[in-house]
């Protein structure tokens, strides 16, 4: 069998990363987060594209370092081509693109949210692969899906959300709470500290298998202005309790749905993916599922939760095997469907 070199580059929000995966194995991880937009309250775009061009060389050039691999090993180039912003998209596009040029080797297109859910494919030690067909649930700052995943490249969104993504959800709630961009990541801290049942929240009425969460993220903000108008320190006083009974309203919203698709389909193979299946309430409801509802779960690394290039690197090397390759001539996507 022939051994194959995959640099893959992922650039669709603020995160810039390369990635070289040996065959289905990550040999290098690199991720630059920017921190710029924590002081604005979320993603510039334009401030996004203009670090990722700062970024994208030492980036690329760290990921070849520590997997001891010269670019001209290289089988193939892979990158994400959509969905996300596009400026920042066409930093990653652009340099793939003439890489491979340089290269002469072939270009591979990757969709984002495709490797969100084939992370799971990536061979790690003691992992388990899910078998198809499966369940995902991607769950992100852009993107709240359930898709049923017939094979690699044969998914069908059953559904998804109206308005905002989870990951939203959670970085409002934050910001409500007064705590800093992203603030998923706070919630998930404080929450581990605090009761989930202490304040309770409404769930939304939405039909079938899709979602919403502006009318959660109204209440929190309503509930919120009414205690602190009765007691100024109502935040700082119950900041843990907030934040539990946030997540456990999210996570029982996420819940409600994906035991209407397994009703539905029969299936109890169930992956996560995306940045908010790096949240520990999240993660530790789907291992007990495993028990109360003997469902199957995969729950990736955290590495391969949030955004990443080696998500990006395991399509690759899928679709290389296929020989499905990319023209020069290929576009960034902003939009880009599953
Ligand atoms: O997949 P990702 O890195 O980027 C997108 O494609 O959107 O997801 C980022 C999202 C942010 O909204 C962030 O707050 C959320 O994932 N997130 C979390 C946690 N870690 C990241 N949300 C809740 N709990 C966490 N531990
Ligand atoms: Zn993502």
């Known amino acids: 069998d022939q051994t194959i070199y995959i640099l893959a580059i992922e650039s ?6 390369a990635a070289v995966l040996c065959n289905n194995r990550t040999l290098s991880n690199v991720v630059a987060s920017q921190k710029i937009h924590e002081e604005y309250g ?27 691999i010269d670019k001209k090993q290289l089988s193939a180039i892979a990158f994400t081509r959509g969905p996300g912003l596009m400026g920042s998209l066409l930093v990653g596009t652009s340099f793939a693109k003439s890489l491979a040029l340089g290269l002469k080797i072939p270009l591979i297109e990757v969709n984002h949210m495709q490797a969100h859910i084939l992370a ?6 003691n992992s388990s692969q899910p078998s198809f067909p499966f369940l995902a649930l991607t769950i992100s700052g852009g993107h709240t899906q359930i898709v049923l995943v017939k094979d690699f490249f044969d998914m069908e969104i059953l559904g998804e959300t109206l308005d905002d ?8 709630s934050a910001k409500i709470l ?14 581990q500290l605090g009761n989930p049942k202490a304040f309770p929240f409404p769930k939304p009425k939405v039909d079938e298998l899709n979602f919403s ?25 119950n900041l843990n309790d907030v934040c539990a009974s946030i997540q456990y309203t999210i996570i029982n919203i996420l819940m409600d749905k994906l035991k209407l698709a397994v009703k539905q389909t029969g299936i109890k193979e169930i992956a996560i993916g995306g940045g908010v299946s790096a949240n520990s309430g999240i993660r530790k409801t789907l291992l007990e599922a495993e028990k109360k509802l003997s469902w199957k779960t995969y729950v990736p690394k955290f590495e391969y939760c949030t955004d990443n290039a080696a998500m990006i690197g395991i399509v690759g090397y899928l679709k290389y095997k296929n020989n499905d390759f990319a023209n020069q001539d290929i576009n960034a996507q902003a939009r880009y469907k599953i």
């Open 12 to 17: 669709s929000c603020d995160d810039t990363s």
């Open 42 to 68: 979320g993603v510039v775009p334009e401030l996004a594209s203009r670090a990722h061009q700062q970024n994208i060389v030492p980036v690329v050039h760290q990921a070849l370092t520590k997997a001891n």
């Open 120 to 125: 799971h494919f990536i061979e790690e030690e």
């Open 165 to 172: 993504a989870v990951g939203e959800a959670f970085d409002k």
């Open 178 to 191: 007064g705590l800093p961009y992203p603030g998923g990541p706070l919630i998930d801290k404080h929450a």
């Open 213 to 237: 969460f502006s009318g959660l993220k109204t209440s929190i903000l309503y509930f919120i202005q009414k205690e602190v108008k009765k007691n100024p320190n109502f935040i700082e006083q």
